[in-house]
């Protein structure tokens, strides 16, 4: 398994050692040792999986704290264009984003740390997508950002994207009060 860094302090990409052959693959999806090696958190309190179809748009989320979620996401089949968009007020990349297909043959994972806003496009149907969380789901303490604000120039490759009512109303960074300081 290799940990590398990213633009963004605290994001991690992930990439698991695969080791294939004419009866499929196997690979870690989670080591706790070298995760904690690499100084990422170790304990993990929810296991999240959706489904969807091409097209479809989950985002920008988060959770405030106290119920504020890490995130080790990665996809099972399909593909997506994953985004993580720094939400900290305090830090230096402030309304930054982070993009990366993660696909069924890639393997890729991210590690989102709290603080984050976190989305995905599925670009392939019945995609599967599935993130262990640091944090259990709180529905009062969810939040998000609107996937299109112009001001993140997030280039999400499509105009008209399947979204939630809720999706649909978020609010733009400018109208936004992070509850993240660091």
Known sequence: ???????????????????????????????????????????????????????????????????????????????????????????????????????????TMLWIPPGFAHGFLTLADDSIFAYKCTEIYNQSSEGGVLWNDSALGIAWGIASPILSMKDETLPVLANFSSPFSE
């Open 1 to 107: 398994m290799e940990i590398h860094d990213t633009p963004i302090a605290g994001l991690k990409i992930i990439q698991p050692a695969v080791f294939g052959d004419r009866r499929g693959y196997f690979m870690e999806s989670y080591n706790e040792a070298q995760f904690k090696g690499a100084g990422l958190p170790t304990h993990f309190v929810q296991d999240n999986q959706s489904m969807s179809a091409k097209n479809i748009l989950r985002g920008l989320h988060f959770q405030a704290p106290p119920f504020a979620q890490g995130k080790l996401v990665r996809v099972i089949k399909g593909a997506v264009l994953d985004i993580a968009l720094d939400i900290r007020k305090n830090s230096a990349t402030y309304g930054q984003h982070f993009a990366l297909e993660l696909n069924e043959t890639n393997k």
